[in-house]
């Protein structure tokens, strides 16, 4: 069986920082002043000799580096770990967990295909690895142009205890990644993507983590998609008349023009919100801050009036008994999670945990 060492790639390595990398270096006895390119060659050549202190400390952030993204699905059937490896194994026409697909880059297509898989670091979990086409650039010569394929490779986890299949990587490929798990398990199985995280306010998110909401990208919860002049300058001219009060003291200017909004905007019984006036002409809105900024009295003011969009999060969580600082970005839209900070397998198993429900 493979283990998470097994199935790193040269391009696993680049993504670590350069004091991440200059520790194994001198684990492996290799020349710590060496540029990055030089020190990931030489630590990827000399793979085979990594100590188990080294593979302890590579195999918790090997597959879990900065802006990894995740998205995750429920896979029903209750299927185990083993039963999971099992049914990847006899559906595939190479071992997984024991060799490596020798594809050719020629033969790579946008469809993902299986390369490799390993154990986890838990005994409920698996990765597995897909590789596939994401693009083509063009290469010129003096003569010619000459189209070279990109490829890129996600990492699938799958947590046996949850039923939940993780895809890392590029959100846009998730849905077939998770297809193609499917279709190679073989089983008559329903594979959803996890909504309950995305359908609730990212503060409860944060505090989950026991975290700060440091900035939210939201758009106005009401829209009116006809603006007449008039009740365009009703508008504008109540945020005049405030200026204006703020150093004439004039009460009556600013109480004609609040009047006025509030005849050119009353619908029924009911009047539209102020601030949901002065949002509905922005597509988006974002606020930001150091700190939490749930605690700001605009954002306060503004939020009953917001769809949240994303926004970002910073949580503490310890590491060898020292506590850390990092940040994730939640997309609503996209139902995923970006590792902003570098990370560990730790670290995503802490959000996981807390953040699915």
């Known amino acids: 069986m493979h283990h998470i060492k097994d199935i790193m790639f040269i391009q696993d390595l680049f993504k670590l920082t350069k004091p991440i990398l200059k520790d194994i270096a001198a ?65 595939s026409n190479f071992n997984p967990f024991e060799s490596m697909n020798e594809i050719q880059e020629n033969d790579v297509t946008t469809t993902p295909e299986l390369l490799i898989g390993s154990a986890a670091l838990n005994e409920s979990g698996t990765f597995l690895r897909y590789i596939y086409k994401s693009g083509v ?94 009740e365009l ?30 005849d050119s ?7 539209v919100p102020f601030a949901a006036l002065v949002m509905s002409g922005m597509e988006t809105l974002g606020m930001a801050g150091s700190s939490e900024i749930r605690m700001l009295p605009l954002f306060s003011y503004l939020n009953p009036h917001l769809q949240h969009q994303g926004g970002f999060i910073k949580f503490p969580f310890n590491i060898e008994n020292v506590e850390e600082t990092f940040t994730i970005r939640i997309g609503i839209n996209t139902q995923s999670v970006v590792f902003v900070s570098q990370v560990t397998e730790d670290v995503i198993d802490f959000v996981r945990d807390r953040v699915i429900i």
């Open 265 to 271: 905007f009353m619908q029924g019984e009911a009047i």
């Open 27 to 91: 684990d492996l006895n290799i020349d710590t002043t060496l540029n990055k390119n030089e020190l990931v060659l030489r630590i990827y050549d000399n793979r085979n000799r990594f100590s188990e202190d080294t593979v302890i400390k590579l195999e918790n952030r090997i597959l879990a580096t900065k802006a990894t993204a995740v998205t995750w699905y429920n896979l029903d059937g209750g299927v185990t770990v083993h039963d999971f490896r099992r049914l990847i194994n006899d559906n």
């Open 137 to 230: 650039r063009y290469e010129t010569t003096p003569t010619t142009i000459r189209p070279i394929t990109r490829s890129a490779i996600s990492t699938v986890y799958y947590d046996a205890d949850r039923g939940i299949l993780e895809i890392r990587g590029d959100t846009r490929k998730a849905p077939d990644i998770a297809r193609k798990v499917a279709q190679t398990l073989g089983l008559q199985i329903t594979m959803e993507p996890v909504e309950a995280p995305f359908n609730q306010e990212m503060g409860d998110i944060a505090d989950r983590l026991k975290g700060q909401l440091t900035e939210a990208t939201s758009k106005p919860e009401l829209i009116f998609e006809k603006f007449s002049e008039g």
């Open 233 to 262: 300058n009703s508008v504008v001219n109540v945020l005049r008349a405030l200026d204006e009060y703020m150093q004439t003291k004039d009460i009556d200017v600013l109480e004609t023009h609040l009047q006025n909004a509030s």
